[in-house]
């Protein structure tokens, strides 16, 4: 999905690069394989940072439920244990 993304980013910018060849103007002074690993590099920083915050508790909210949470799984292990 990322790569369909970035190659849908890098026709759009070829296209206005076309259009404005066709007009005339000065064209924009990327490479296609510049534009392509500059949204690479976006698209990469991006995730790593949604990632990031996905898995890791940064909210206070979140902070909280992961305290219910470990709290929840030490009483089934003090539980389970009992079982046995």
Same mark, same amino acid.
């Not at 990322?2 to 759009?12: D, E, F, P, S």
């Not at 064209?27 to 990469?44: D, K, M, N, Q, R």
């Not at 949470?69 to 292990?77: E, I, M, N, S, T």
């Given at each position: 999905m990322?790569? &369909? %993304?970035?190659?849908l980013v890098v026709l759009a +910018? *070829? *296209?206005v690069n076309q259009t404005l060849v066709t007009l #005339?103007? $000065? /064209? *924009? /002074?990327? $490479?296609?394989e510049e %534009?392509?690993? #500059? +949204?690479s &590099? &976006?698209?990469t &920083? *991006?995730?790593a940072i949604y990632t990031w915050y996905r898995n890791n508790n940064v909210t206070k909210e979140a902070q909280e439920a992961q305290k219910i949470l470990d709290a929840k799984k030490g009483r089934k292990k003090a539980q389970d244990k009992t079982n046995k």
């Amino acid at each position: 999905m990322k790569q &369909a %993304i970035t190659r849908l980013v890098v026709l759009a +910018v *070829l *296209l206005v690069n076309q259009t404005l060849v066709t007009l #005339g103007w $000065s /064209p *924009l /002074p990327f $490479s296609e394989e510049e %534009i392509y690993e #500059g +949204v690479s &590099a &976006a698209a990469t &920083a *991006l995730m790593a940072i949604y990632t990031w915050y996905r898995n890791n508790n940064v909210t206070k909210e979140a902070q909280e439920a992961q305290k219910i949470l470990d709290a929840k799984k030490g009483r089934k292990k003090a539980q389970d244990k009992t079982n046995k």
